[in-house]
């Protein structure tokens, strides 16, 4: 999962911070940090958002069963939305 992650972070301003770890349960915090700023847009509609202080932006949930990622939720801190996929 670390790999994964390390991934799935390069171009990204932010980054996976592990929260617990058990067999079957890894939980990660996706999160940004004070001073960071990333490009959002494109075809001449960019904008640049900075930030200001520390955040979370996405709690992750990753669930294993026999060594196979069986459920793989990610949780809006602000809304409490979810998507889940199994």
């Known amino acids: 999962m670390t790999q994964l992650n390390e991934l799935m ?5 932010y980054k996976f911070i592990q929260t617990s770890y058990t067999d079957t349960l890894i939980t990660y915090d996706l999160g940004y940090f004070k ?5 959002t847009g494109e075809n ?3 904008s640049i958002i900075n930030y200001n202080k520390d ?3 996405r709690n992750i949930r ?3 069963k026999n ?3 069986v459920r ?8 409490n939305d979810k998507d889940v996929i199994e």
């Open 35 to 39: 001073g960071d700023s990333y490009i």
């Open 62 to 64: 990753v669930e294993i």
């Open 9 to 13: 972070q390069i171009g990204s301003g």
């Open 67 to 69: 060594n196979a990622i």
């Open 72 to 79: 793989y939720t990610e949780i809006n801190p602000k809304t």
């Open 55 to 57: 955040g979370v932006w």
């Open 44 to 46: 001449g509609t960019s």
